[in-house]
């Protein structure tokens, strides 16, 4: 079956620092999306990114179809920016099938 | 926004017992979604739907039942609810369009015991 794997499983940050977010694919997909989510709370769409690069702010997403892969890229972090990042990927049948995320801390 | 309303926030059951858990969402999303949320295992899917009446089985289904009544509403059910059925279930709605906006958006999940 699909499978989606993330790294690092958690990340250490301090305050302004910057940090890379990766998501692999096992099978080809049509299209992958980021959330975000706190501790204990709902899941947020932070990029809906089928190819190529998007950027809001700060956070930058680059997908590359063909090496069936995904980057999150977080400049200047804050101490808001701290929680769950979690990658998702659609291969068939208009359904996600999601990492198990990565946990970041940012201290000040 | 889209919006998608989950309830109840909190239940506790026992062993055996029976668990209803809704989902409504207010934008006429086409497709429906119960995930489960544990630690270690990220979010996985039980059932979606791509419209009323229609139910398609996702990858955790054993021991649950959905039905989808109208284009809004999605219930999620326990019958002979168990321990390992203790987890953060999350509802969401999705329009897929293929080139438009294909984002998957969530309910604030129902936190879910089950002694």
């Known amino acids: 079956g699909q499978q ?3 790294s690092p499983t958690s990340l250490v940050l301090q ?3 910057n940090a890379e977010l990766q998501c692999n694919f096992s099978t080809s997909l049509n299209s992958m999306q980021w ?3 706190r501790p204990g709370g709902s899941l947020v769409s932070v990029f809906y990114n089928p190819s190529g690069t998007k950027q809001s702010g700060r956070l930058t ?8 892969r995904s980057s999150l890229h977080i ?3 804050q101490i808001t920016d701290s929680g769950t990042y979690l990658c998702a990927m659609e291969g068939m049948g208009y359904k996600l099938t999601f990492g198990t995320g990565t946990s970041l801390l940012v201290d000040p | ?3 998608v309303t989950q309830s109840p926030r909190n239940k506790v059951t026992v062993t055996g017992g029976n668990v209803t858990l809704s989902c409504r969402q207010t934008n006429s999303h086409n497709y429906m979604y119960w995930y489960r949320q544990d630690t270690g295992h990220g979010l996985r899917l039980i059932h979606y739907s791509y419209g009323a009446g229609n139910l398609q089985i996702g990858d955790v289904p054993d021991g649950y039942k959905a039905t989808r009544t109208t ?5 999620l059910l326990l019958e002979l609810a168990s321990p390992s ?3 953060l279930y999350f509802c969401a709605s999705s329009e897929w369009d293929r080139g438009r906006d294909e984002r998957l958006f969530f309910g604030h999940g129902t936190k879910l015991s089950v002694l």
């Open chain 1, 4 to 6: 989606v794997q993330q």
């Open chain 1, 15 to 17: 305050e302004g620092e």
């Open chain 1, 35 to 37: 959330f975000y989510q």
């Open chain 1, 61 to 68: 997403s680059t997908t590359v179809i063909k090496e069936r």
């Open chain 1, 75 to 77: 400049s200047s972090s």
């Open chain 2, 1 to 3: 926004e889209a919006a």
């Open chain 2, 71 to 75: 284009q809004e509403d999605f219930f």
């Open chain 2, 85 to 87: 059925q203790t987890s």
